[in-house]
């Protein structure tokens, strides 16, 4: 799976019979993000035999415990696993205070550095970059500072069209120009169109990852046509009102409404509160605003 | 039930698929005791749907992640459950050197006291008394300073034959006495034995926790007799004999010999490596030293 999010906890802090707290691997191509870190990832990550060797980056959205507690652990494990890969993890600021003491008691055994990358939650801005892939914080609206993520591949280059470029005899030296959209000139100074010497990239994928938020449309911006997005929901429309504005969550239909303003591809809904035995009121009740609407379970993967 | 020993996690270390990191919950009558928290104690805890309102003392029994990453979570719900009773947690002294941040952190909206009792793990002595309750340490050897637990009743004081007393007119004031063992005498001078007017008490209940350790017979002057005996058993005897060195753990005939040599009624496995894929050949390896033998899976629940 190219592009995937694979679900490790669909609760919330209250523990649940069948939930985990929130934790998602993300997949992009041969990268993999691991996306908050509740109590018992490194349990999930056994149970559905994920691997990890690919995961060099922890994105942590703040500092509620059913969205960290599982980082001690899962560092301790990765030492005793024998890893070697250095490891980032984005954060608040206060997260190398809280955990470190424990993190360099437990995880004496690791033969890899783990780097404390913290960012401002109050601004939107990008926090990883490589040569394909962007990552920007996206500030929510918590009862403490909280940031989501959108994952995004860098816009793609044009392809060479291999056929084409050896009629008109292109040198090889112009092949980069091409890629970026500019027309060849012949020594005859004939105008070739690049739309016949190159060939539609495929589209880059996006994903967006909406953390523990009342309901805003301050992200809506950058979240603009996803082709996923994770939008958290921790009720149903009937929860009592007063609940949903001091605990500043969202219910189904508001994680619909964003994705529908949005014009997001896909919506994945998770990290309800354990007071709910089924997910499924949380899919009939977002895909009544949006169709595409998926209510998560742990273990399940949706693929964009 | 009125003793009993529930496992919580039957695994190690390394995560396994079905088995969480090691922790029990002990029933005695009205009392209850947390012995260690691997993480994902509370998931469990409600999975099981174990109750913990007579829940305020954890014994963690050294400072290895398996046995004690599931605390701050705990505690953290505790809070959000709306826990009013104070809770002392009994550990090495790092402990709250180690978890104190965190749990500062995360367990903001608790009502109750947190208490740390460090105990030294060097040596041998009660470190819980209450009327009808001890709880010893046992220092253990593992590659950490650890402690197993002898949990026992206080010896119970004869009950009260009340138609004999009657019958030979015993007043109240001498009841103390008699249920002390001592004989009476009449206002004639007349010795009534002890036997006559009291019955024999109920046994009283004693089960000892033998964490993290490698074979040693040092604790076996404390636990002679127990109802219930917990031993770790992280391999079996075909396991490398280096490793079992090295890592300092016990093989199940290992744990079977000490529960042998104990005189135990009964002997709980657990803890075992993540490189088995069931615990019945522990079971079996056990059996044939120590009969009484019983390899824990989570879920579990053991009557002494």
New interface residues.
């Given amino acids: 799976m190219e592009y995937s999010l694979r679900i490790l906890g669909s609760g919330s802090?209250?523990?649940?019979?069948d939930r985990?707290q929130t934790c998602q691997i993300l997949e992009m191509r041969e990268r993999q993000f691991l996306i908050d870190c509740g109590?018992?990832a490194?349990?999930r990550?056994?149970?559905y035999n994920s691997r990890t060797s690919r995961l060099n980056h922890i994105f942590i959205s703040h500092?509620?415990?059913?969205h960290c507690?599982?980082l001690?652990?899962l560092l301790?494990?990765f030492g005793?696993?024998g890893r070697m890969n250095d490891l980032v993890i984005h954060s608040h600021p206060?997260l190398e205070?809280?955990?470190g003491?424990?993190i360099r008691?437990?995880a004496v055994e690791c033969h890899f550095r783990i780097f404390f990358e913290p960012f401002n939650p109050d601004v939107s801005e990008i926090i990883y970059e490589d040569k394909a892939v962007t990552v920007r914080t996206l500030p929510l609206k918590h009862t403490v500072p909280t940031c989501g993520f959108l994952f995004e591949e860098k816009p793609l280059s044009r392809h060479i069209n291999k056929e084409m470029v050896d009629a008109f005899n292109v040198p090889i030296a112009y092949y980069k120009d091409l890629k970026e959209g500019k027309d060849f000139i012949t020594p005859d100074g004939e105008i070739v169109s690049n739309r016949r010497l190159t060939i539609e990239p495929s589209e880059r994928k996006r994903m967006a990852y909406m953390s523990d938020t009342a309901y805003s449309e301050r992200n809506l911006r950058w979240i603009e046509g996803v082709d996923l997005l994770y939008h958290e929901s921790t009720y149903l429309s009937d929860v009592d009102k007063v609940k949903l504005k001091t605990r500043m969550h969202s219910s189904a239909a508001q994680a619909a409404q964003i994705a529908y303003m949005a014009g997001a591809k896909k919506l994945v809904l998770g990290h309800y509160s354990?007071s709910y035995k089924s997910s499924q009121p949380f899919q009939d009740e977002a895909r009544k605003i949006f169709p595409e609407s998926y209510a998560a379970n742990d273990g399940d993967t949706f693929e964009f």
């Fill in positions: 802090a209250k523990p649940s019979v985990f109590e018992g490194q349990t990550l056994r149970q500092l509620h415990g059913d507690l599982g001690v652990g301790s494990t005793m696993l206060l205070k809280i955990l003491e424990q008691f437990f354990s």
